[in-house]
């Protein structure tokens, strides 16, 4: 399995290297005659097109260095390849769209399809998607590509509250409608759903993403509940986008050929999203924030959260918008980023005090983009990390360097 | 101009982030001595790797169902309950119990000594046994660990004082338990009616640290080893769920662990001579030496734990109805002083003190010694608000 990914993607390399001297490949350019959601971000990519070959190709990479420092200890400085990811689309038919993501983490220890699904446009309100669906919770889920964002780590409470990038074989339907200036879309999957690893992992607190490596779940349910997402978004075109999202089902495995082994728990996450441009001076202010609820067994540790929270706040500033180095329209772009994270909201039993284990970050930063398929950015990084008992943070600063570009 | 503006800002914000992270000004390690974690000074660099081993058994490996958690356990991890090595929160807390004389535990079948209050899902907890007495205790520090092994028998012994022969009210007894056969017994171990000195433990039960270790993993978290191989849930041998190379780490680890350093020594002496003139000192022995111990770093040196390792009668508040070893309800092995001002830091910002946390103070601790610290809290509470002042002062910076 691995060695065939790998060969696609040589053959993608090498046809994209081929594609700069010949007319064969040409660039599909992203559709913007229609307002984009954030539901829309697997169409909103860049590809390339060979002839009239109805498959188009694409995907970016991700590449950065760190160095960072935690109360006076440093591991130095390091280089990584967190992820390449590699698109495959095809219009198979009028109207019967395939699109997929495949993923190359840490330059190739896990291999990973992200998304591989199916459309089927039936009418602008309703159409049928099913395959490998990426869950509409928040929006950083959906929308992640690397090159789109300014900062060099992803959101700490899409990725570690919220299970980005979290997707799962399923069906579902969505659509959109639109009017003037205002758009209104929704989206619903069921999908297999999420395991007991939630609550019993390495992390040793409750992890949504514990359940991700368990690639069971694109063949069969843990327990036989769907998990089901829902996410419905509007836009204004001169205002922004508000997405509200829930994804919920039974985790644990309650029923073992046919005993019942334990009732049933649940785990429900809720986000809201938003994004936004200031007019004239073109802030871009993004946001997400997010609750999750797990029915944690009362006989299980308090280490383990029943309830968590958190969110990031993203704002972009252009400064400088120009040819610069040769490249037209480049941008130069400082941002900011504030992150909040708590783990486990709640009170211990035992003294009525309350339980901390949460993360506050702040990561200004500056990008370089010389076109907007390509970012290269450099963060600097400050959080707070208290532990469960409320001890005293551990501190961490550090900078981030590096690039993601679509190709 | 505008874009020169712009070019400078910048310049500047990016010469700000570099030096941002530069190591220099990054954020700092904390002073050695408001650390209670660290390896003692002058390990070979085999030892600190050994050091390090032991570090992340005992820091970073959380156990799941997967790699033996319970099915019914206490917590997850070791350092779940002893945060940056330090004392342990009211959260973290265990329970003994259906032990309360010499005859032993009456409560063995029903699963005692230790409730496993918590289980995996799908497990029921255990619940304490109508009836049975039981004892709340919180975990201690485990910081100069090592130093407390390498006492000799000898001079333990030597500060006993079973039947007050110099009439001052204090005692002091060591606990003589029986030793599991793993046990590896240090040089020149003293010996009565097959038992030996147990220093460990809140009552001094545990006669060493790989006692202590293998025990805390069974009865804590439900992982048996080939040292302790009875399930705590199905009361039968099971396989080991964790390697003796794991658990010789985190002994290593326990053992090698520096003691705490006294911070201000020269702004706490009279807050010191207090301490000594209430009698304090006759139990919190302020200086102990090692004897001949096999790590080099350890042996023959002078330490100041403030402890004697000895068991002293606290009196009926104090009494928890739980005996160990030869210890009765209301003996309690001197806990060390040192580290003490820097409990807050592991414990959420309070203060947790005694043996089940009961003191929320430095004060609170003191007014509730009883039997044989009676009279030194009686002398206490006689001190002015100064001398009382400088005496907590002294005790914090230990």
Known sequence: MKTTLLLILILSFTKNFTQSDSALFKRVPADTSKMKLNMDAVYNRPFLQAGKLPVSLGGYLEANSSYFITDGVTDGLSFQVPRMTLFVASSIKKRIKFLSEIEFEEGGKEISIEFASMDIELHPLLNLRGGIVMNPIGAFNQNHDGPKWEFVSRPLSATTILPATWSTAGFGLFGKYAHNNFVWAYEFYASNGFDDKIISNAQNRTHLAASKPNRDRFEESFNGVPLITAKTAFRHRKVGEIGLSWMGGIYNKFEDDGLVLDKRRRVDAFAIDFNSVIPRIKTYITGEWCWVLVDVPGTYSQQYGSQQQGGFLDIVQPLIKRKLFGWENSTVNVAARLEYTDYNVGTFKETNGTISDHIFAVVPGLSFRPSQQTVIRVNYRYHWQTDLLGNPAARTSGIQFGFSTYF | ?398
């Not at chain 2, 028998?153 to 007050?164: E, G, Q």
């Not at chain 2, 080893?225 to 390697?243: A, C, K, L, Q, R």
């Not at chain 2, 207090?274 to 770093?297: M, N, P, R, W």
Request: one cysteine or more.
């Open chain 2, 1 to 398: 101009m505008k874009m020169i503006k712009r070019k400078y800002i910048v310049c500047i914000v990016m010469a700000c982030l570099s030096l941002l992270a530069c190591k220099k000004t990054g954020p700092k390690a904390a002073a050695e001595e408001e650390l209670l974690d660290g390896p003692v000074e002058g390990l070979s660099g085999q030892e600190k790797e050994q050091f390090l081993k032991g570090d992340r058994a005992f820091n970073n490996d959380i156990f799941t169902k997967e790699n033996g958690l319970g099915p019914i356990f206490v917590a997850n991890s070791c350092g779940s309950c002893h945060a940056g090595d330090g004392k342990g929160h009211p959260f973290t807390s265990l329970i003994r119990f259906g032990q309360y004389d010499s005859t032993g535990n009456q409560y063995l079948d029903f699963g005692g000594p230790q409730l496993q209050n918590r289980a995996i899902p799908g497990y029921n907890p255990e619940v304490l046994p109508l009836g049975a007495r039981s004892s709340k205790l919180l975990p201690p520090a485990n910081t100069g660990l090592g130093y407390l092994d390498a006492v000799s028998d000898a001079d333990i012994l030597a500060m006993a004082d079973p039947y007050d022969a110099d009439g001052d009210g204090i005692s002091g007894v060591a606990n003589w338990v029986h030793t599991p056969s793993y046990c590896d017994y240090r040089a020149q171990s003293i010996e009565r009616n097959g038992k030996h000195i147990g220093r460990f433990g809140r009552k001094g039960a545990a006669y060493d640290l790989l006692q202590q270790t293998a025990n805390a993993y069974n009865q804590d978290m439900g992982i048996n080893s080939s040292f302790e191989p009875i399930d705590t849930y199905s009361h039968s041998e099971v396989d080991p769920e964790i390697s003796n190379a794991a658990i010789h780490s985190v002994v290593f680890y326990l053992r090698t662990l520096k003691a705490p350093i006294q911070r201000q020594p020269a702004k706490v002496e009279s807050g010191r001579q207090v301490f000594t003139s209430l009698g304090c000192e006759t139990c919190h022995k302020a200086q102990l030496k090692t004897g001949d111990y096999k790590i080099a770093v350890l042996a023959n040196k002078t330490f100041y734990p403030y402890t004697d390792l000895l068991l002293h009668d606290m009196g009926p508040g104090l009494d928890d109805g739980y005996t160990e070893g030869s210890a009765t309800t209301a003996e309690w092995r001197t806990p060390a002083l040192w580290g003490l001002g820097l409990s807050k830091n592991s414990q959420g910002g309070n203060y947790y003190l005694m043996h089940d946390g009961r003191a929320t103070s430095i004060e609170s601790a003191i007014l509730m010694h009883g039997g044989e610290g009676e009279k030194s809290k009686l002398n206490y509470q006689s001190l002015s608000v100064t001398d009382k002042n400088n005496l907590i002062q002294f005790l914090e910076s230990l």
